[in-house]
C-alpha cells in the first residue's frame, strides 16, 4: 500500500461525491475526495492530512486518507472565518453608495437562500455560478432598497 503524502491547507468547499459515497472536498484550490464524512465539519478551517493518489476510469483521483485539525499559529491565521448570517460579502462598488450614504451589508438569508434554491432546481451547475449569483442577488436588493414601494402598497388589509 501506498504510504501517501502529508500536507496542510484550508478546507474550502466540501460537497457529497455523487455517488454518495465520498465526500468531494475543495483544499487551497485543489479536489479531494474522502470516505470519512466528519470532514464537513472542517469546512473554513486549516487541516493537516495525508493524500494518495490512484486511477479511476482513466482519471487521476486524490484522496484525503487521514486528517486532523492543524492548530498551528501559521494555519489559524489562514482560517476562515465562520459566517453567522451577518458577515458581508463582496459588493460592487456601484452599489455602495445609495444617494450618498453607504449601506449595510446585503441580507445574508436572501442570498443564500436564493443560491440554495438554484442549486437545488439545477440551475446552478458548477460551484464557480455561485459568485455571479451573489451579486445578482446583491444587485436586486440595492434596486429595491432605492424604491419607496412599501409593502402596504401591496395588500391594504395589513395595518400599519
Same mark, same amino acid.
Given at each position: 500500500?501506498? $504510504?501517501?503524502?502529508?500536507? *496542510?491547507?484550508?478546507?474550502? *468547499?466540501?460537497? *457529497?461525491?455523487? #455517488?454518495?459515497?465520498?465526500?468531494?472536498?475543495?483544499v487551497d484550490e485543489v479536489w479531494y475526495s474522502c470516505k470519512d464524512f466528519s470532514i464537513n465539519n472542517y469546512v473554513g478551517k486549516p487541516i493537516i492530512f495525508n493524500t494518495t493518489d490512484s486511477l479511476y476510469n482513466g482519471l487521476n483521483m486524490h484522496w484525503i486518507n487521514s486528517f486532523s485539525e492543524d492548530e498551528s499559529a501559521d494555519a489559524l491565521? $489562514?482560517?476562515?472565518?465562520?459566517?453567522?448570517?451577518?458577515?458581508?460579502?463582496?459588493?460592487?462598488? #456601484?452599489? $455602495?453608495?445609495?444617494?450618498g450614504k453607504v449601506e449595510h451589508e446585503p441580507p445574508m438569508a436572501f442570498i443564500s437562500n436564493t443560491v440554495a434554491h438554484a442549486i437545488l432546481q439545477g440551475i446552478i451547475k458548477d460551484p464557480s455560478e455561485v459568485e455571479s449569483w451573489c451579486f445578482a442577488c446583491t444587485d436586486a436588493i440595492v434596486k429595491c432598497r432605492q424604491t419607496d414601494i412599501k409593502s402596504k402598497d401591496f395588500d391594504t388589509d395589513i395595518p400599519f
Open positions: 500500500m501506498e $504510504q501517501g503524502v502529508t500536507k *496542510q491547507g484550508v478546507i474550502k *468547499q466540501a460537497r *457529497q461525491s455523487q #455517488s454518495g459515497k465520498s465526500v468531494s472536498v475543495l491565521a $489562514q482560517q476562515i472565518p465562520e459566517d453567522h448570517g451577518n458577515s458581508p460579502i463582496a459588493v460592487p462598488d #456601484s452599489a $455602495q453608495t445609495i444617494a
